[in-house]
């Protein structure tokens, strides 16, 4: 392949990786070429000038979704040619399934230059939900070892037990291979609702089974919540509970993304990953490197006062050797945030979404 087009960046930006020996999980800076992956290690906010490692994509393997860590739906797994895997998680779904795209593109590529056929694309002729037997998919989704996960959910200030979300149930029936699209598993998983094995919990999941055709009353989405019909109700019951951290969080969700945070105290910068929520008007930061799915910061956005940061210079505040891209955030409690954008084209993205939820 050409030195100038191998040297070609497809995209980049940041991905939680699990170590190799010690099974943690760090946030790490990752690019795409069009025959490799790399990935660096950010250190007092900004990246390394030297690659952590490297992942040739040569006869890759790509499985996205990958389901087998409870707490962390949006990871896929990447396995090179010579059996090694490599697990990523992304910031979102949409970002989860734009990387495996976008390598899946690539790997197919260098297969096709070596006259080698594509893989890992679904044969729109290949549709097999005629033959399904919607028992045997609901035993296997109720499956306590390898069904779907049930867990504690935020709707409208209520949290709900012992459900699940549309596009968590989505993603188990790609990964399981019960559907080979996405289209195709919402079109199961509606057939499911419609005959009663599945029930939704919530106004949005109803409000869209009440109004939508056949084919889209269950929906593909994150914030629409279902669980197993009453009849099968011993793995757990749905119960609905207020608390103040509840309706923090039961906003919906408008913007997520990897970004750095200076702490308040040791003014180190961390990866964290970033929620805004409006109705309320929240921004929530979570630590990608752990597994509890609880934030470990957040406040109100209600008379906040955002700004963005020149880069000729450090600002007043700011410690370490930044990269750029810098915002601050004020709250109404006269506590400053300084964030670290990726790109400048983020870093303004992130400002307007804040401004117009403040």
């Known amino acids: 392949m050409d030195t100038d087009r191998t040297n070609v960046i497809l995209r980049e930006g940041f991905l939680v990786k699990r170590g190799h020996l010690v099974h943690n999980w760090k946030a790490r800076w990752f690019v795409l070429m069009p025959d490799k992956l790399l990935y660096y290690k950010y250190e007092g906010g900004q990246k390394d000038s030297c690659q952590r490692g ?132 919402r079109t ?52 609905a509970e207020k608390s103040l951290s509840a309706v923090e969080l039961s906003g919906k969700v408008i913007k997520r993304g990897y970004l750095l945070k200076q702490g308040h105290r040791r003014k180190n910068w961390k990866v964290r990953l970033f929620v805004l929520r409006s109705q309320p008007s929240y921004l929530h930061y979570y630590d990608p490197t752990k597994d509890d799915i609880s934030p470990v910061g957040g406040f109100s956005l209600r008379g906040c006062l955002v700004s963005s940061l020149q880069d000729n210079g450090v600002p007043s505040g700011v410690k370490g050797n930044i990269q750029g891209n810098l915002f601050k955030i004020i709250t109404q409690s006269d506590t400053h945030y300084f964030i670290q954008a990726p790109t400048e084209q983020q870093k303004m993205d992130w400002i307007e979404a804040i401004r117009e939820h403040t």
């Open 54 to 185: 490297k992942i040739l994509l040569k006869d890759c393997v790509i499985t996205s979704p990958f389901l087998e860590y409870e707490n962390r739906p949006l990871v896929f797994k990447l396995q090179t040619e010579n059996g090694v895997d490599h697990f990523l998680e992304a910031c979102s779904r949409e970002e989860r399934d734009d990387w495996a795209g976008d390598i899946m593109a690539a790997v197919n590529k260098l297969r096709a230059a070596e006259g080698g056929k594509a893989t890992n694309q679904p044969d729109p002729a290949g549709s097999h939900l005629h033959n399904i037997n919607l028992s045997k998919v609901l035993d296997s989704m109720y499956d306590v070892h390898s069904g779907i996960k049930m867990s504690n959910h935020v709707e409208q200030g209520s949290t709900y037990s012992n459900c699940f979300s549309g596009s968590a149930v989505v993603d188990w029936l790609v990964f399981m291979q019960l559907a080979l699209t996405r289209v195709e598993a």
């Open 188 to 239: 199961l998983a509606s057939a499911l609702l419609e005959e009663g094995f599945l029930r939704t919990i919530g106004l949005k999941s109803v409000e869209a089974y009440r109004t939508a055709g056949l084919s889209e009353q269950f929906m593909d989405d994150s914030t629409a919540l279902y669980s197993f019909s009453d009849s099968l109700k011993k793995r757990g019951s749905v119960k």
